[in-house]
């Protein structure tokens, strides 16, 4: 984080859909606020591109990068929706970010619980302020710092039911933490009753040589803004822990697949290392 604001790549998530408003079409994914909450309308956007990738580098105007973002959040969106079908009507967006989610939810029963890093979510909640954008009565701040609190405690204290179905979301987080403190949240969202959902993302590792060479300078240019990397895993290796944790349902998808499916057909992305590497997975149990 900056100054207490959020961090270098929840800017970039939030640039990039905004950016993905109004440069891609056909659109994977619908988000009015994101312009909004940067403090930009619309019709600015397209010089903000220019200026986003100045200041935060090429993810925003990279259109496979940006695309996967989009991608992420539409899947993740269309979990929530088919959990509420069913009958649920919790869910805990964890390191929220910018995201808005909460501020467009559809569905007048679901409570969503936004879990960040307590400087973070008062940065964001001056910018929702500053934006004129409302925070509904179903919507829950959670402000966690993990060297000082724990998710269970804070979580219970805000009203969260863990006896009661839920679905996690868990977006552009893994990958920054240890993979002891990824299966400890794992296993905290398994033991929740059932039917519980978690949807995330996470980094496969390398199986090449050149993938080695570009994940090694990928960690170091993000380890010098602050933001180290600390877990990859292959797909076999994920799904055996989160077996081993209860979850019986495991679907998983490489980036351009997910992509791809979205688009209705098979998109070819040539030489994007970065986006071969990222891996959206829902797990159920």
């Not at 973002?69 to 509420?84: G, H, K, P, Q, W």
């Amino acid at each position: 984080m900056e100054n207490g604001g959020p961090s270098r790549t929840a800017l970039v998530t939030a640039y990039a859909r905004a950016y993905h408003q109004i440069a891609d079409q056909p659109q994977i994914f619908t988000d009015p606020l994101a312009a909004r909450l940067l403090g930009h309308v619309g019709e600015e956007l397209p010089e903000l591109g220019t200026a986003a990738t100045d200041r935060l580098g090429g993810a925003v105007t990279d259109r496979p990068r940006r695309l996967f973002f989009a991608t992420r959040a539409r899947f993740a969106e269309d979990t929530v929706a088919a959990a509420v079908a069913a009958g649920v009507r919790q869910v805990v967006i964890l390191g929220a970010g910018l995201d808005t989610f909460a501020y467009r939810n559809p569905h007048r029963d679901l409570r969503v619980f936004e879990v960040d890093h307590p400087a973070t979510q008062a940065w964001k909640r001056e910018r929702l302020a500053t934006a004129g954008i409302d925070s509904p009565d179903t919507l829950t701040f959670v402000p966690v710092d993990f060297e000082t609190q724990t998710l269970a405690t804070e979580l219970e204290a805000a009203g969260f039911s863990r006896t009661d179905p839920a679905v996690f979301v868990w977006l552009g987080v893994v990958y920054y933490l240890t993979p002891d403190a990824a299966h400890a949240t794992l296993a905290y969202i398994a033991d929740q009753a059932q039917p519980v959902e978690v949807v995330f993302d996470y980094l496969r590792t390398a199986t090449t040589a050149a993938e080695r060479a570009y994940q090694r300078a990928r960690a170091e240019r993000l380890a010098a803004i602050g933001e180290p990397l600390f877990s990859y895993f292959t797909p076999d290796g994920i799904a055996a822990k989160l077996r081993a944790l209860g979850f019986t349902g495991v679907e998983d998808h490489s980036a351009p697949d997910l992509i791809s499916g979205y688009l209705g057909g098979s998109v070819e992305f040539e030489g994007s290392s970065a986006l071969h590497a990222m891996h959206m997975l829902r797990a159920s149990r």
